[in-house]
Each structure stands twice: as C-alpha cells, then as structure tokens.
C-alpha cells in the first residue's frame, strides 16, 4: 500500500506539472455560454428536437439584428439535476457493486464491493482536483487545460451551458453530475478483472486510465462552449473550432455509448489479457454465488440510469422525458429478447439472463436516449438483447479472454451496437429526432444516414484505439510498479481473506 501511495502521488505530480506545459491558452467563452459541455452533446432546446454539431443549413441572420441571450437559470432544472446526480450515484453504490458481487464466488464478495465503492471515492477526489478541468474546458481537441483545478473560479453563481439558448444550470451540479459518470465507469472496468488483481492496483490503474484515456474521451466527444455564441454561421464555427475533436465531427453520444461503455469494455478487455485467466477457469466450479443480488443491483442499475440517461438532456423537458421513456422501454425489450433468445438456445430462461438482458438494453440505447423515437429504441432493445448474448458466450470464446463478468460482452458489444445505431434511428424519417441547426433555430432538413453512421464510426474506432492503448500501458507500468496479480495461493482462499481480512458472509 506504501507504493501505491507513493505512485500516486508521483504519478499525480507528473501529470500536473506536464498537462500545465502542454496547454494553450483557453479559446474565449462563447457569450452567455460557459465552456461546460453535456454528458450528451446533443439534447433538445425547448422541447424540440435533439441539437449536434451540425452546419447551419439556413441563412445566418444579420449579426446585428441578432444578440446572444442572457442566461437564466430555472429552479425546476436545477432540482431534477440534482435528483438525477443521486440516482446515478446509486448506480454505482450500491448498484454496480451489487450486480457485480452476486455474480463472483463468495470468497471474493468483499473485493468486489470494496474495489467499486473505493474507485468511486478516489475517482471523485481526482475529478474534484484536475478530472473536471481537464475535460470540461477549453484546449485543444484531445484536452482541455488546468484553468478550473482545485475548482478555481467555480462558486455557487457560476453557470454551465446546457442546449437551449439562455438556459443554464449551477456549474457545481453539472460538475457533480459529470462526476458521478467518470467514476462508475471506472469501476466498470472491474468486471474483467475479478478474482485475481491486487486491490492497490487496481487503484493506481484507476487513477492513470482515468486521466489519460477517460478524460480525454469526455473531452473529445462532449466539449463544447455551449449554444448561446451561436447567433450566425460565424459563431458556430467559432464554437465548432473550439470543440472536442469528435463532438467537432457531429459525432451522437447522448449519455455515454463512447465515453463510458466502449471506453471501459476496451480497458477490461485489455486487462483480462494482461491478467491471464483465473486459477482453475474451465476445471472448477466459477458460477455465481447470489443471483438475488445481482437482481437486486440490476434493479439498481435499471432505476438509476433514468438519472444517467433523462439528466443528461441537462434540464427538465421534453428532450429529458424522451430519453426517460426510451430507457424504459429499451431495457425492456433487451430483457425479453436475451431471455427468449436463451430459452430457445438452451430450453430455459434464466434470472442471469434476464438481468444481463436488462443491462444490455440500457447500455445500447444510453448514446441514443434523446436521439431516437420510441420505436426506435424498442427496436434497439430487441437487437441488444440478441447481440449481447452472443457477445458472452460466441465472441468470449472467439477471443479466448477471462473477462469474468463479461465486461465486453455487453458493455462493448451494447456500446458499439448503440452507438452506430444512433446514427441510422436518429434519422427523422424513423421517428428520430434529427439534428438541431443553431443558427436557423430549428431542426435541419438534411439527415444522411450514411453521412451520420460514417461519423459514429469513427467516435467508435477512436474510443476503442485510444482506450485499448491507454490501457495496456497503464496495466504494464502497474504491473512493474506494483505487480498486477496476486499470488496462486491467495487467489485460491479468495480475496476477501487475503487482501482485506474480512469476509462478506459470517461462517
């Protein structure tokens, strides 16, 4: 633990005093916008429909018969904001750790609840110091800069952007929001490396992949100065010009299909090779010791996420009631599809499958929750559910990898699946909402489909490259620093014992 300590705060030093060399100055604040950007780049101003990265495609009107409004700030918001911050709060306690505890064997119960509800801590301390300056300010395309460490300059009167014209809420809720998303998917990563890593590095591994692959992808996908500069063509290209690299693109992510979930499955993944498999995998028994648990953290999961997906539309509206009801319906449908599809694969539905299905529903439709119409997200939910369950058993056994709570199979594989389907049921000849145009204040006439499923499919490969890459090296310095894996013996009398001298059940 001593080292770990000790390459933390090294590790910590390092970054601060390179990340303030690298930086540019901040390009200005677009009027009446702070540089806040959404945990889904695109929602809907005033009820309408969902706003992108989108060229204007109407005449700007005259600069000077326009002025950038004065934004306000609507308690109504502000008070679902922060209901919606607790509920993904309890996403991760106690509903990750729930889901994942049930499904290791006993002995290594303690770990797991103990590795999530520890991550979540230290994540929020980092974000609270450098995470939320790094990815929600001004830079460049890949980083934002150190303007706003240690929370300078954020006070209780200070505004975040949301997108419609002069409407804002509090930046210290926004900021406690997105915090809230860095830190369970962190913890997601977790999955694949259960029974086996060494408590300390897996601290120390999330605290370097959350600052060089985490951040920047948050940055990347949903930076951007806001919408209240934008009054011609002029003031969306200056708000284009200073954007995230991929939100710059027109690039759809309403929650997190990039940022969270194929971010994270790519880090497990990597891990899972990194680790090697489990003692004793395909000889011993390694079925899950509580699916009451996991039912009752999937349940968790299942309610929190209205707060992940409905609060990412960043007011109380009609763009958050929209990703509210297709949460629902989604997660829904990925339940009876995974379960039918098992049924009919193996004879019986099983509780496994059904709250795998659950999850895998909410993964694939979180990039599209504002985006797509209700129909749209039942269909996305029926061909999560199959695709998912494909991605556990077919794809696991292609790669050969002990993901061991299938981290990939259904955070990458739904993720992957969610996010190139935004851009084909986003479309408004299939219900979706299409692309709102700032300047002409309306939603734009021109939806490619293939123009749009091009442009997810870079936000896809960028995710899965930078992650992956970020990830190997972090685990190989983690491995040299502190060692990756415990020891045969410990693995065997489980972690509980070995690495915290306590177990999760009395004997």
Request: aromatic share 10%; hydrophobic share 55%; proline share 4%.
């Given at each position: 633990?001593?080292?770990?300590?000790?390459?933390?705060?090294?590790?910590?030093?390092?970054?601060?005093?390179?990340?303030?060399?690298?930086?540019?100055?901040?390009?200005?604040?677009?009027?009446?916008?702070?540089?806040?950007?959404?945990?889904?780049?695109?929602?809907?101003?005033?009820?309408?429909?969902?706003?992108?990265?989108?060229?204007?495609?109407?005449?700007?009107?005259?600069?000077?018969?326009?002025?950038?409004?004065?934004?306000?700030?609507?308690?109504?918001?502000?008070?679902?904001?922060?209901?919606?911050?607790?509920?993904?709060?309890?996403?991760?306690?106690?509903?990750?750790?729930?889901?994942?505890?049930?499904?290791?064997?006993?002995?290594?119960?303690?770990?797991?609840?103990?590795?999530?509800?520890?991550?979540?801590?230290?994540?929020?301390?980092?974000?609270?110091?450098?995470?939320y300056s790094v990815a929600f300010t001004a830079?460049?395309?890949?980083?934002?800069?150190?303007?706003?460490?240690?929370?300078?300059?954020?006070?209780?009167?200070?505004?975040?952007?949301?997108?419609?014209?002069?409407?804002?809420?509090?930046?210290?809720?926004?900021?406690?929001?997105?915090?809230?998303?860095?830190?369970?998917?962190?913890?997601?990563?977790?999955?694949?490396?259960?029974?086996?890593?060494?408590?300390?590095?897996?601290?120390?591994?999330?605290?370097?992949?959350?600052?060089?692959?985490?951040?920047?992808?948050?940055?990347?996908?949903?930076?951007?100065?806001?919408?209240?500069?934008?009054?011609?063509?002029?003031?969306?290209?200056?708000?284009?010009?200073?954007?995230?690299?991929?939100?710059?693109?027109?690039?759809?992510?309403?929650?997190?299909?990039?940022?969270?979930?194929?971010?994270?499955?790519?880090?497990?993944?990597?891990?899972?090779?990194?680790?090697?498999?489990?003692?004793?995998?395909?000889?011993?028994?390694?079925?899950?010791?509580?699916?009451?648990?996991?039912?009752?953290?999937?349940?968790?999961?299942?309610?929190?996420?209205?707060?992940?997906?409905?609060?990412?539309?960043?007011?109380?509206?009609?763009?958050?009631?929209?990703?509210?009801?297709?949460?629902?319906?989604?997660?829904?449908?990925?339940?009876?599809?995974?379960?039918?599809?098992?049924a009919l694969h193996k004879g019986k539905a099983?509780?496994?499958?059904?709250?795998?299905?659950?999850?895998?529903?909410?993964?694939?439709?979180?990039?599209?929750?504002?985006?797509?119409?209700?129909?749209?997200?039942?269909?996305?939910?029926?061909?999560?559910?199959?695709?998912?369950?494909?991605?556990?058993?077919?794809?696991?056994?292609?790669?050969?990898?002990?993901?061991?709570?299938?981290?990939?199979?259904?955070?990458?594989?739904?993720?992957?699946?969610?996010?190139?389907?935004?851009?084909?049921?986003?479309?408004?000849?299939?219900?979706?909402?299409?692309?709102?145009?700032?300047?002409?204040?309306?939603?734009?006439?021109?939806?490619?489909?293939?123009?749009?499923?091009?442009?997810?499919?870079?936000?896809?490969?960028?995710?899965?490259?930078?992650?992956?890459?970020?990830?190997?090296?972090?685990?190989?310095?983690?491995?040299?620093?502190?060692?990756?894996?415990?020891?045969?013996?410990?693995?065997?009398?489980?972690?509980?014992?070995?690495?915290?001298?306590?177990?999760?059940?009395?004997?």
């Open positions: 633990m001593k080292k770990l300590l000790v390459s933390l705060a090294l590790g910590l030093s390092l970054l601060t005093g390179g990340l303030a060399m690298a930086q540019t100055p901040a390009a200005p604040t677009a009027a009446g916008a702070t540089p806040a950007a959404s945990a889904a780049a695109d929602a809907t101003p005033v009820d309408a429909a969902a706003p992108a990265a989108a060229t204007a495609t109407a005449p700007a009107p005259a600069a000077s018969a326009v002025t950038a409004p004065v934004d306000t700030v609507n308690k109504g918001d502000t008070a679902w904001m922060i209901v919606a911050t607790v509920l993904v709060i309890m996403m991760s306690i106690p509903g990750l750790a729930l889901f994942y505890g049930g499904l290791v064997r006993s002995k290594n119960m303690l770990s797991i609840l103990m590795q999530v509800f520890v991550i979540f801590s230290l994540i929020v301390i980092l974000w609270t110091i450098y995470g830079g460049n395309p890949f980083f934002g800069s150190l303007d706003k460490i240690f929370m300078k300059g954020i006070t209780p009167d200070s505004m975040a952007a949301t997108f419609s014209k002069g409407v804002a809420i509090p930046e210290f809720i926004y900021m406690a929001f997105q915090a809230t998303f860095a830190a369970i998917t962190v913890a997601l990563v977790i999955g694949s490396l259960a029974e086996r890593a060494r408590f300390s590095a897996v601290l120390l591994f999330a605290a370097l992949w959350f600052t060089f692959s985490y951040l920047p992808i948050a940055h990347m996908v949903w930076y951007w100065d806001g919408p209240d500069g934008i009054v011609d063509q002029a003031g969306l290209d200056r708000v284009t010009a200073a954007a995230g690299w991929l939100w710059a693109k027109g690039a759809l992510d309403f929650a997190g299909g990039t940022v969270v979930h194929i971010n994270a499955a790519m880090a497990g993944l990597v891990g899972s090779f990194v680790l090697g498999k489990r003692v004793g995998l395909g000889r011993e028994s390694m079925a899950p010791h509580s699916l009451t648990l996991t039912m009752v953290g999937a349940s968790l999961l299942w309610v929190g996420w209205f707060g992940f997906n409905a609060g990412s539309a960043l007011e109380a509206n009609g763009s958050a009631a929209l990703a509210f009801v297709n949460t629902l319906v989604a997660t829904a449908a990925a339940t009876l599809s995974w379960m039918g599809a098992e099983s509780m496994l499958g059904a709250a795998s299905g659950a999850v895998a529903g909410l993964v694939a439709i979180t990039p599209a929750a504002g985006f797509v119409g209700v129909m749209g997200a039942l269909v996305l939910g029926l061909l999560a559910g199959m695709a998912c369950l494909w991605g556990v058993n077919g794809l696991k056994r292609l790669l050969g990898a002990d993901d061991a709570l299938d981290v990939f199979g259904v955070h990458g594989v739904g993720g992957i699946l969610g996010a190139l389907m935004t851009g084909v049921l986003a479309s408004p000849a299939l219900g979706g909402t299409g692309i709102w145009d700032y300047v002409a204040n309306k939603v734009s006439p021109d939806y490619s489909i293939t123009g749009q499923l091009w442009i997810q499919l870079q936000g896809v490969v960028t995710t899965i490259v930078w992650s992956g890459v970020v990830a190997f090296i972090a685990f190989k310095i983690v491995d040299m620093v502190i060692g990756l894996r415990v020891s045969e013996e410990a693995e065997r009398e489980g972690l509980d014992i070995t690495s915290h001298g306590e177990t999760a059940y009395s004997r």
